[in-house]
């Protein structure tokens, strides 16, 4: 008998019907990652996204709440050496994402660490799929408090994370509403990114980097003109 194939969207039929979803998601997922229990894990995280692509979202702060108590063992997934059940962690937060929308702002804390991360691997299907869940993040929620963990990103020791983090700056810069930038505390941190990636090793981070100075100079030229006092683009020449 052929196997089924799992279900890709699932409909609740009230806020009573999503907790008993949920809470049964939430069970397997408490699994231990072993090689007998891995796939259970995997189903689980299918599930969950069936629940996002169907109507969990109607019931955005208990879907948020089952997401936050449910981090560690998501992350732990994410961070999985099992190629599939890593792969399913991502497809599924992005999904997760997209569901949720600006509500899914409160969760950055408890998951961009851990996608930022999978941007270190040497396989690079972990970290294109990273890549794309990040991406995911700043275009559905908006949300400027993403380029603090940017900025530390950006002085990582790994290359390809050094990467990933100057590329979805130039994302953040193109998507996110320009007076959130303007703010002094997110300005400062843009600037901070500029600095480390006009001088990074790696040619292929500065000339991001050199994408990120010149949405700068368009989106606050009030503050360019201090910057380019003291140096700030001289490993890109002048103006």
Not at 17 to 44: G, K, M, N, P
Request: some cysteine; proline content about 5%.
């Amino acid at each position: 008998m052929p196997t089924k194939a799992p279900l890709t969207s699932i409909e609740c039929i009230s806020a009573s019907h999503l907790h008993d979803e949920l809470a049964s998601v939430q069970d397997a997922l408490s699994c231990t990652e072993t090689e007998e229990t891995w796939e259970v894990i995997s189903r689980a995280l299918s599930r969950f996204a069936a629940l996002c692509n169907g109507n969990a979202s109607t019931y955005p702060s208990d879907l948020v709440a089952a997401l936050r108590s449910s981090s560690r063992p998501i992350n732990s997934a994410l961070s999985s050496e099992r190629t599939r059940l890593s792969g399913t962690a991502t497809e599924f937060m992005t999904t997760s994402v997209g569901a949720l929308g600006r509500a899914f702002e409160p969760l950055i804390p408890h998951y961009l660490p851990s996608l930022l991360t999978l941007c270190t691997r040497a396989n690079k299907v972990f970290v294109t799929r990273a890549k794309d869940c990040i991406h995911a993040v700043i275009e559905h929620t908006q949300s400027p408090s993403i380029l603090h963990y940017l900025t530390e990103s950006a002085k990582d020791k790994s290359v390809s994370l050094r990467l990933a983090a100057a590329e979805a700056v130039v994302l953040c810069l193109n998507s996110f509403n320009p007076p959130d930038l303007e703010k002094e505390q997110r300005a400062r941190e843009i600037e901070a990114i500029i600095r480390v990636t006009a001088v990074d090793a790696n040619a292929d981070v500065r000339k991001v980097g050199r994408k990120i100075f010149d949405a700068y100079k368009i989106l606050l030229p009030g503050r360019v003109q201090r910057y380019v006092s003291v140096g700030l683009d001289a490993p890109w020449g002048c103006l």
